[in-house]
């Protein structure tokens, strides 16, 4: 009997490869993901705007802005903790600074940097780099909100990431109901410490925001 022929194999191997590849894959994620990524782009380019004026949907829309628009980042850094857990349970304990670091770090500079150069050619002028160069607060500030861009989300979620990596390697012994209840307790300090930053606002500045400007990779914490 003669061997089955490669060509004959073909198809079951694509149906198997593509089985593994949609095991690997959450479908949820990418509704979510394009459901958020059009509601990203409507709160940047203020369309929710349409709603006020004759319309007289004002409320409506900054309900729209401030509870639906702004959960964007959120839902965005959730999806990809989680699979950066699952990826970390694959790959080992080595996973994070071999792989997840080195990309995140460089699309952070990439796009940062992208954008610094793309509004200095646009108008000339570099008023963003020149305020965060004026003092070490300011530059601290730059960093941290990428060159004062949409592009924090980077740096936010190195962090977010650096934290899961510690919590890790620190919890990867402990029970798991033990576990779970160390992570509860840290979910409530986290929110309870997010809760208090206007407070600290008004204490530390009148006429300043600080902890609460929405780059503040902390406010992300829970």
């Known amino acids: 009997m003669a061997a089955p022929s490669m060509s004959a194999a073909r198809p079951g191997l694509e149906r198997h490869r593509m089985s593994n590849v949609q095991q690997d894959r959450f479908a949820g994620f990418d509704f979510l993901r394009a459901i958020f990524a059009v509601l990203v782009v409507m709160l940047h380019a203020n369309l929710f705007v349409v709603l006020t004026g004759k319309l007289g949907l004002k409320s409506v ?12 980042v959120p839902v965005f850094f959730q999806i990809a903790l ?24 460089a699309l952070y500079l990439f796009w940062s940097i992208s954008k610094l150069i ?10 963003k780099i020149e305020y965060g160069f004026s003092s070490i607060g300011n530059f601290i ?17 190195i962090l977010l990431a650096a934290v899961a990596e510690i919590l890790t390697l620190i919890f ?6 033990l576990l779970k209840r160390i992570l509860y307790y840290l ?10 930053f206007p ?12 902890l609460t400007q929405i780059q503040n990779p902390l406010s992300f914490l829970p």
């Not at 950066?84 to 790959?91: A, N, T, V």
């Not at 500030?141 to 979620?157: D, M, N, R, V």
């Open 172 to 177: 990867s012994q402990l029970d798991g109901q």
């Open 187 to 196: 979910l409530l300090v986290s929110c309870i410490l997010v809760i208090s």
């Open 61 to 72: 829309a900054d309900v729209l802005n401030a509870n639906v628009g702004y959960l964007a």
């Open 118 to 127: 793309f509004d200095f050619f646009l108008t000339g002028k570099a008023p």
């Open 82 to 105: 989680f699979l950066f857990f699952l990826k970390h349970e694959q790959e080992g304990q080595t996973y994070f600074v071999k792989k997840r670091l080195p990309k995140l770090v």
């Open 199 to 210: 407070v600290m606002d008004s204490v530390i500045s009148q006429d300043r925001e600080v």
């Open 141 to 157: 500030g730059f960093i941290i909100s990428g060159g004062y861009s949409p592009f924090y989300f980077f740096f936010s979620l």
